[in-house]
């Protein structure tokens, strides 16, 4: 099993930019979920999903957009990338929410 | 309001020695309680968790903690070694409500040759 796997590993964007953040996980888990992690500030939740087609939002979902048509992907999207947003983004996933969660390696993000 | 913090931002012990990695959280009604492990360049790894309704739980070579009664729960490493080195994050969550994981800030452990 490759378990949570993000891409791509680091990007370099431009203010005003937009992208998506690949998320992908053959476990066959329900529930996925997108954090950031910044120095001194541990991981906050930004938007997560119980299944497909059914998302919300987490902690800072601000500038940020997610869908979830297929229980192995759930995409993060940067609508118009800015400074604050830099930062490493993981996503992860379990079988229900509240359970032990599996993380991918993360995406390194930097908005010039 | 919800937070998990963590007593010590690091902790150096020397390899073989116990370490204790601490964490403090506010919410009475947080019911389950994860630890991770985050080497440097790799995502959060499950190490071990405890429901509320159980004091202590022991892993292989790692036994949590849990003191209901001040809102305390620590980690301890058995015998370290060099591959314990890394960040510990302690994350507590409420089944009621926002059904939210809150995460600490993490301590950074470092195994001294």
């Known amino acids: 099993n490759a378990g949570v796997t993000q891409t791509p590993k680091f990007q370099v964007l431009k203010t005003g930019q937009s992208m998506t953040l690949q998320c992908a996980q053959d476990m066959n888990h329900e529930y996925m979920s997108w954090y950031r992690q910044d120095p001194g500030m541990g991981l906050r939740l930004i938007h997560y999903s119980v299944g497909a087609g059914i998302t919300d939002q987490g902690e800072v979902p601000n500038g940020y957009n997610v869908s979830r048509s297929t229980t192995e992907d759930f995409p993060l999207r940067l609508l118009s990338a800015a400074p604050s947003q830099t930062s490493v983004y993981f996503c992860?996933?379990?079988?229900?929410?509240?359970?032990?969660?599996?993380f991918g390696d993360g995406t390194r993000l930097s908005i010039l | 309001g919800e937070s998990v913090g963590l007593h010590l931002p690091t902790l150096s012990v020397q390899e073989g020695d116990n370490s204790i990695i601490n964490c403090a959280y506010s919410n009475s009604a947080s019911d389950y309680f994860i630890w991770y492990k985050q080497e440097s360049g790799k995502g959060p790894q499950f190490i071990i968790d405890i429901r509320s309704n159980m004091d202590k739980r022991q892993g292989q070579r790692v036994t949590v903690l849990l003191n209901k009664t001040v809102k305390h729960l620590s980690l301890q490493i058995a015998a370290t070694q060099p591959g314990d080195s890394a960040v510990y994050f302690c994350?507590?969550?409420?089944?009621?409500?926002?059904?939210?994981?809150?995460f600490g800030q993490g301590t950074r452990l470092t195994i001294n040759p």
């Open positions: 994350a507590d969550y409420i089944a009621q409500g926002a059904q939210k994981l809150v």
């Open positions: 992860a996933s379990s079988y229900q929410r509240g359970q032990p969660q599996h």
